[in-house]
């Protein structure tokens, strides 16, 4: 079985600080890892992935995420908040044979960013 | 022109009554999810399909019931509508290659409000 924590259902960061967004799972076996995006009223959006190579991913929008197998964490992080960040937040697993291409999300984090 | 589309956007409806919703996709991709986003609980699978002939429940399926009418076409069905049903809908997309790392590709969405 597979599950994800997200630590911090909002978090509020002001414009220029740091952005970081806290995701620890677990699995039975090795993970694929995701995050994604989903800005108002819209649908979720790929933002990086660990696919079993490099332990640090870079993705879109200046957003990086590091793969910690010892701390079974997957963070995802930002030098400097901008406002187009304000969005909700989603980290999710996949991976094993008899999980396969399905999905375990977390709850999700919603962050604003304040002037 | 979006990869992945749902129809309709927004629907309300009263309790008691069926209700459809469609996705279509020109992805080429073999297999199709349907989830439901509620606050504070992130995204629950309901149904997967990993192709035309295949059809699995995910872990809310009480209450739904999904047809695969085609590689592109994944709809998801509510018999008989009730208020707890109220929530965001999402279908997804996702690979079956060799190559592939199970990425799941999202549509914008279905606001289903049940009166």
């Known amino acids: 079985a597979q599950s994800v924590t997200q630590l911090g259902s909002h978090v509020s960061v002001s414009e220029g600080a740091l952005v970081l967004l806290r995701c620890n799972y677990s699995?039975?076996?090795?993970?694929?890892l995701f995050w994604y995006v989903q800005y108002p009223n819209q649908g979720l959006q790929l933002l990086l992935k660990?696919?079993?190579?490099?332990?640090l991913v870079k993705g879109i929008n200046g957003f990086e995420a590091e793969f910690k197998k010892s701390e079974t964490s997957f963070h995802l992080t930002k030098p400097s908040a901008h406002m187009s960040d304000a969005a909700e937040y989603f980290c999710?697993?996949?991976?094993?044979?008899?999980?396969?291409?399905?999905?375990?999300f977390g709850a999700g984090t919603q962050v604003v960013v304040t002037p | 022109d979006a990869d992945v589309t749902q129809t309709p956007r927004n629907r309300i409806t009263k309790t008691g009554k069926r209700i459809m919703l469609e996705c279509s996709q020109t992805?080429?991709?073999?297999?199709m999810y349907w989830y439901r986003q509620d606050p504070g609980l992130g995204l629950r699978l309901i149904y997967y399909?990993?192709?035309?002939?295949?059809?699995n429940k995910g872990e809310i399926s009480d209450g739904y019931s999904v047809s695969r009418q085609a590689q592109a076409k994944f709809s998801l069905s509510l018999e008989s509508a009730i208020p707890n049903q109220t929530a965001l809908y999402f279908c997804?997309?996702?690979?079956?290659?060799?190559?592939?790392?199970?990425?799941?590709?999202f549509g914008p969405g279905t606001r289903l409000t049940v009166l």
């Open positions: 997804a997309t996702s690979d079956l290659g060799g190559q592939s790392d199970g990425t799941q590709y």
């Open positions: 699995s039975s076996v090795p993970p694929y």
């Open positions: 660990y696919t079993s190579a490099a332990t």
């Open positions: 999710a697993v996949s991976g094993g044979t008899d999980s396969w291409g399905k999905f375990q």
């Open positions: 992805k080429g991709h073999d297999r």
């Open positions: 399909s990993f192709d035309v002939k295949d059809i």
